[in-house]
Every structure is written in C-alpha cells, then in structure tokens.
C-alpha cells in the first residue's frame, strides 16, 4: 500500500516537498516512480528511483528542478519539488515495481496528491 502526502497550493517559483510511504518489508526491493496527472491530459511521468537509490530518471520538463530519493528504513520515497511553474499543477501519484520504469506500466499505485501551483 502506497500512501502519498505533501500537496498543497503554492506560488510559481516556491518549492514543496512530497512523500509517499509503503507498507510491507520489501520496500528497497522496489523501484519507485512519481507521476503527475493534470486536468483533461494524460498521466505523465515524473521521475523514478531504483530500490538501492542509486539510479535516478526524470524527463527533461522537471530535469534540474525535481529531485527523488528514498529512506529505505523508513519505507518512504521522497520528491523534492523546487522553482515550480504553473504547469506543474497536477495531481502527483507514487507507484512501485520491480523494475524501474517510466511508463505506466507499474504494479502498484497510491492515491493521488494535489499540487497548485498558482502564478
């Protein structure tokens, strides 16, 4: 079970931090990814982390801007968010799989976080 948190409404250049905790003990097992849903468009993938935290992914719209990491013994995966844009306004999702991914294609999901991002 994955439960995001950290949401808010915010300025256009402020920062906000997000966290999703896991439930289970195989938690490092997996790899994570954010996701971002705005709006009438299609989810959107955000970054993604390895089990270890060693290797990282982000497409170029939030490269620079928005950092992953994860706490392995707190079973919880963080996403650093800074100099946020009006179009990063979405609902953001955690998900997990055994493979680091940045499709879709994750076999677990949590529910979703509401970003603001006023201008």
């Known amino acids: 079970q994955l439960q995001a948190s950290g949401g808010g409404l915010v300025q256009a250049g402020d920062s906000l931090r997000l966290s999703c905790a896991a439930s289970?003990?195989?938690?490092?097992?997996?790899?994570m990814g954010w996701f971002r849903q705005a709006p009438g468009k299609e989810r959107e993938f955000v970054s993604a982390?390895?089990?270890?935290?060693?290797?990282?992914n982000y497409p170029d719209s939030v490269k620079g801007r928005f950092t992953i990491s994860r706490d392995n013994a707190k079973n919880t995966v963080y996403l650093q968010m800074n100099s946020l844009k009006p179009e990063d306004t979405a609902v953001y999702y955690c998900?997990?799989?055994?493979?680091?991914?940045?499709?879709?294609?994750?076999?677990?999901w949590g529910q979703g976080t509401q970003v603001t991002v006023s201008s």
């Open positions: 982390i390895s089990g270890s935290g060693i290797r990282t």
């Open positions: 998900a997990a799989d055994q493979f680091l991914r940045t499709n879709n294609d994750y076999d677990y």
């Open positions: 289970g003990r195989t938690f490092s097992s997996y790899a």
